[in-house]
């Protein structure tokens, strides 16, 4: 029961970001938006609920599935690919270096947001 709970809370976060978007008329996936008010719930409560864990361990067990179909999508585009490697592989390595930086400042900033909190108890 926890599992059929926390996929349904997840659907309502999706439905609620798709809303939104629909709504507001922005240029972000809905998924992206309701991926944002589910952190936000989740940073005001200060825990993940039962139901929600249940159902994201059990997302990441099987998280290997997901890349089946962009390999297929590799696969069926591998002539584009090859006449645009040069911008693809500029893009892949600027990305990645985007991303380990700010992973690099929000580990830098949750690191001293926790320090902070220990030391005051």
Known sequence: MDLITGITLLLLYQLAGESIILLLELPVPGPVVGM??????????????????????GLLSHLSLLFVPAG??????????????LPITAALILSTLLTLAITALVMKWTHSLIRGKSRKT
């Open 36 to 57: 944002l008010l589910l952190f936000l719930t989740l940073l005001i409560r200060g825990r993940v609920g039962v139901a929600l864990e249940a159902t994201a361990t």
């Open 72 to 85: 297929v999508g590799i696969l069926v585009h591998i002539d584009m690919i090859t006449n645009e490697w």
